[in-house]
């Protein structure tokens, strides 16, 4: 029975959550042959006159494979909280032979357009939120620090993000001992950090829960807002599941109303 009664309030969750969305493609950079997108999830509600506050979403995939509408799910769920979402693609290792900095400079450049092109889109540009999943997780903190010259990420929402690219990390292990300090947010923190919250599970090896802690100590000592919320007996990718979308969309909700951002 008590999994039954579960089972309801999860479907009536979602079902709450899967609000229609007006959505469209549109372009941000092109490099020589390659051409990249991003798709703009509005409201059903939507408004033209109106500005709205706007996430951005980046997906995971180690820098190497590209899945495009790993967010469009969390994208209808932050539409049913009256805001646009973004989920751009950038250049991965499989398609167009590119390093980790290289989408790093996608990233950086997707936030420079839709800053520059705000009005067009309906943004709030003092609302902009970023978040991502995994590798997605570490271009989402890399908008606060990679070649960044104003500070307009109002907030950062991170499942299981990779925070350690550095000597000896898990993502250098990954890759034969090949690090980049450049590009690791562990190594970049600094006063300007917005207020984060990441998911992450227990069991996670690509990068250990250990690390996000280590990282949410670091943030702190700097008198930031760094929340973790773990979920036991997770692995990577956890948040991929209907189960664990809503209770981290449950979550996000709760980060968004502490902030002041909406009426939970």
């Given at each position: 029975m008590g999994k039954l009664i579960l089972t309801?309030?999860?479907?009536?969750?979602?079902?709450?959550?899967?609000?229609?969305?007006i959505v469209s493609t549109h372009t941000y950079k092109k490099i020589d042959t390659v051409v990249l997108d991003f798709k703009i999830f509005k409201p059903?509600?939507?408004?033209?006159?109106?500005?709205?506050?706007?996430?951005?979403?980046?997906?995971?995939?180690?820098?190497?494979?590209?899945?495009?509408?790993?967010?469009?799910?969390?994208?209808?769920?932050?539409?049913?909280?009256?805001?646009?979402a973004i989920t751009p693609v950038y250049r991965i290792k499989k398609l167009h032979q590119s390093t980790p900095a290289e989408s790093c400079d996608d990233a950086k450049?997707?936030?420079?357009?839709?800053?520059?092109?705000?009005?067009?889109?309906?943004?709030?540009?003092d609302m902009i939120f970023v978040g991502g999943g995994s590798a997605g997780g570490l271009l989402a903190l890399s908008t606060t620090f990679w070649k960044v010259k104003n500070n307009i990420?109002?907030?950062?929402?991170?499942?299981?993000?990779?925070?350690?690219?550095?000597l000896n990390s898990a993502f250098s292990n990954r890759r034969k001992g090949k690090y980049n300090l450049d590009i690791s947010p562990i190594h970049h923190i600094n006063k300007n950090l917005p207020p984060t919250i990441i998911f992450h599970g227990s069991l996670d090896?690509?990068?250990?829960?250990?690390?996000?802690?280590?990282?949410?100590?670091?943030?702190?000592?700097?008198g930031l807002s760094c929340n973790v919320?773990?979920?036991?007996?997770?692995?990577?990718?956890?948040?991929?599941?209907?189960?664990?979308?809503?209770?981290?969309?449950?979550?996000?909700?709760?980060?968004l109303s502490s902030l002041g951002y909406i009426v939970n």
């Open positions: 309801v309030l999860l479907l009536f969750y979602h079902v709450k959550l899967s609000s229609q969305s059903k509600s939507f408004d033209p006159k109106k500005e709205y506050s706007t996430v951005v979403l980046f997906h995971g995939g180690g820098f190497n494979s590209r899945f495009a509408n790993q967010f469009a799910r969390h994208s209808k769920y932050f539409n049913s909280r009256n805001f646009i450049d997707l936030l420079d357009y839709i800053y520059s092109n705000a009005e067009r889109y309906n943004i709030n540009k990420v109002k907030g950062l929402i991170l499942y299981n993000p990779i925070v350690d690219t550095g090896e690509m990068e250990p829960i250990k690390k996000i802690r280590k990282y949410q100590g670091m943030v702190e000592t700097f919320v773990e979920y036991p007996g997770q692995g990577h990718s956890f948040f991929n599941s209907q189960e664990f979308f809503i209770k981290t969309s449950k979550e996000v909700d709760k980060f």
